[in-house]
């Protein structure tokens, strides 16, 4: 109940501003009435101080603002907020003071004069308190707007990264199983029913069960089996292809993150002519994922330059900053004989 009272009156702009004054009042009139134990003197003051820096509140927050410091005109908001507190200080704070408080309230001041530099100062420096709190929370709000701006900007730069650099991947897949499927045919392999049964899953998974933010896993795992099946159809007994996955929990990850991999192996760790191998190894336990892939490796295939399905080895580490960021390592392996990657992501602090 207390809660949704408190929540009511600042909600309501009028009595929020009041509530500012009367609490400027109360602060400065304590603060300078424990000088002289002259409490009611000081709150009198005070109040006739009201006019001078409420003029310059509102004319600063509404005026002054507006038309520059939120169209970043920095320094003509300087200037003129300067002009401001000058002309307020000296026409309106300096005369109440002057002539009327001084005399009435503080008898045994003695003025040096209304133009003194020393007296001034302190009228300006007084008037000016008032909207340092003011000033302070528009600052806080435009800082924290623009962060917000620009986080929301940086958001929709990178899901429109992710969307161009997953168009890449998946024009080369196609390609490449339309090949696998083509071949067969030609072949008129009893294989080809098998073939178009595993390509339908893949074409089905990748325009209606992939198109979300995150997936299980157990279906991009599915999603990684159907494709390997399709090459192990192709390549029959040439090529040695072993895939082992083991998962304690169907975690959630982003859609085709791992298959650039498992393309990788096959595009650059076979061959027409030579005996080739791949072995793929994927466990997901302890909210960990380890993904090793290991191919055989051929003088004529530049692994590391043509790295997955001809996106490049920096596309694909950035595909990985701007969704797992620090939450994921790839190590790679290449020598003489063979080319191995290891993914590890860590599904703990993924968002």
């Known amino acids: ?52 820096r409420m003029l310059l509140v509102y004319i600063t927050i ?31 704070q300096r005369p109440i003071i002057y002539f009327y408080v001084q005399p009435n309230y503080l008898p045994g001041w003695q003025s040096e004069g209304y133009f003194t530099i020393t007296e001034l100062v302190n009228t300006i420096l007084d008037v000016n308190i008032a909207v340092l709190v003011p000033l302070g929370i528009v600052f806080f709000r435009f800082y ?12 929709e730069k ?59 896993l157990s279906k991009e795992i599915d999603y990684l089996k159907n494709y390997v099946d399709l090459e192990k159809l192709r390549f029959g007994n040439f090529v040695e292809i072993s895939f082992h996955s083991e998962m304690d929990n169907d975690y959630q990850i982003v859609p085709f ?26 466990n997901a336990k302890q909210n960990e994922l380890i993904m090793q892939i290991e191919n055989s490796k051929f003088p004529d295939h530049n692994t590391e330059e043509e790295f997955i399905g001809g996106i490049g080895f920096k596309n694909v580490k950035k595909r990985l900053d701007l969704l797992y960021a620090d939450n994921y390592s790839l190590h790679i392996e290449d020598n003489n ?13 993924q968002s």
């Open 257 to 282: 993150l791992l298959i650039p991999f498992v393309e990788n192996a096959f595009k650059h760790g076979t061959s027409s002519s030579e005996k080739s191998w791949i072995v793929m190894h994927l």
């Open 158 to 216: 990178i899901e429109a990264e992710l969307i161009q650099l997953r168009n890449q991947v998946h024009p080369h897949f196609l390609f490449n199983t339309l090949n696998n499927l083509y071949a067969l045919i030609l072949k008129k392999s009893n294989d080809a029913e098998t073939a178009v049964l595993k390509l339908s899953k893949l074409m089905r998974y990748m325009l209606y069960e992939a198109n979300t933010q995150k997936v299980s």
């Open 144 to 155: 924290y707007n623009a962060q917000q701006k620009t986080l929301e900007l940086e958001k």
């Open 1 to 52: 109940m207390r809660h949704m009272l408190i929540k009511k009156i600042f909600s309501n702009k009028i009595l929020r501003h009041i509530l500012y004054w009367i609490g400027l009042i109360i602060f400065f009139g304590i603060t300078w009435g424990t000088y002289d134990n002259d409490y009611a003197r000081s709150f009198t003051i005070q109040t006739f101080s009201l006019p001078a």
């Open 337 to 349: 004989q063979s080319f191995e990657v290891v993914l590890k992501l860590n599904f703990t602090y």
């Open 62 to 92: 509404y005026v002054l603002l507006p038309k520059f410091f939120k169209t970043k005109r920095f320094v003509l908001f300087i200037i003129f907020y300067v002009i401001t507190l000058l002309v307020v200080s000296t026409c309106i």
